[in-house]
């Protein structure tokens, strides 16, 4: 996607260096669909875990573009990261090996962590060879976040023994750590207060690690159970109590970017061609014009949001609008194509675009839940908007 002259003169038109930097990272990644390195696929954020193609990233210096030099990152603007990452998603690129690290580990180490923690995770982060899970859901836990109860006892000498089990933890059975939520004080009737952050190397013998499988036969998640593994002091990320803020400032990350729109960008993209090349009827040229004037306006709403975070603003409302109508967009292209298309979606076998679309249509329950569900993401709006 390119600026448009509506745009010119906005805080979010794109000036020649963004320009130049979208025509680096379409080059990139024509030079890698060239190469036959991967295959355009939908939510490839989530499950298209390629730990070489982050590398590879890494060494252009696309991961932890906003973190600092001295930890090995970049000091370059969140809209310039969201402009590479924009370019990743449309084109469905093989980004969930580091995904998850660079976009809310990161910014939550360098906000909270100690000088040492700094240290030791931010240059793997920057250079695509150190992955993270999210440790926050628990089987009971999920939209009532504060309700969770895997326990972090303190020790006199500073360690913690970390017991109980999260779930739905998304890539944990290949990445290298886990930031964890747990309870370090009080009870959990104390809700949001005496919670705490940790983070965990996940190759610790006392932490176990088992997949869960979706409804596409893949296991891209996991239960992770906490088996009483005593971990140092080292372990606490921030301050001890303040788990709950620290927490909501990481989600604020996880749910503001152009994954929450452009999952099933690739889809579409297929799609147009598959039109291009067979020609279209009148109906399906309505459908496609309809979907990408949708896929625009929340381009420009989620591009706003990056333009606030990058003033230093807290965009937390309107993020979660762009995430509410940015996630049931997704699910919607999937069906607007399908029932617009003449093609027999097929797991295995047929054309390219059959499957692409049969493993678009598995993927729609888990849009409006993963980061929140949309019933919650409401909410949060209907608060900041005044609304009892
Ligand atoms: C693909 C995927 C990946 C995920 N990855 C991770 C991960 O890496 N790490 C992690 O920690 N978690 C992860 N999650 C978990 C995700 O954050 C939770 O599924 C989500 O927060 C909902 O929690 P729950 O599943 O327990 O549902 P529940 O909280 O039990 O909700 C069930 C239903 O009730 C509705 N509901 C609940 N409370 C309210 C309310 N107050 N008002 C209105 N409606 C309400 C919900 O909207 C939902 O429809 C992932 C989930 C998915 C689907």
Redesign the pocket.
Known sequence: MTATTAEAGSPIAENTELQSLRADVRAFLAEELAAGTFVPAVDNW?SGFDPAFSARLGRRGWLGMTMPTAYGGHGRSPVERFVVTEELLAHGAPVAAHW?ADRQMAPGILANGTEEQKQRYLPGIASGTLFF?????????????AAVRTRATAHDDGSWTLSGT???????HMAHAMVL?ARSDGEPGDRQAGLSQFVVDLSHPDIEVRPLR?IDGEA??NEVIFHDAHVGPDALLGSRGEGWAQVMGELAFERSGPERYLSTMPLLRAWAEELRRAGATAEQRVTLGSLTARAWALRRMSLSVAAELAAGGRPDVRAAMVKDLGSAFEGDLVEAVRAACDVEPRRAGGEPFARLLANSMLHI??FT????????L??IVARGMGLR
């Open positions: 989530m998850i899970a999210i440790g926050m859901s628990e089987p009971d836990a999920g939209s009532d976040l999260k779930v739905w933890t998304t890539g944990a939520l979706s891209h998640f329950p888990a839940l993963r980061g929140g569900t949309n019933e919650i409401r909410g």
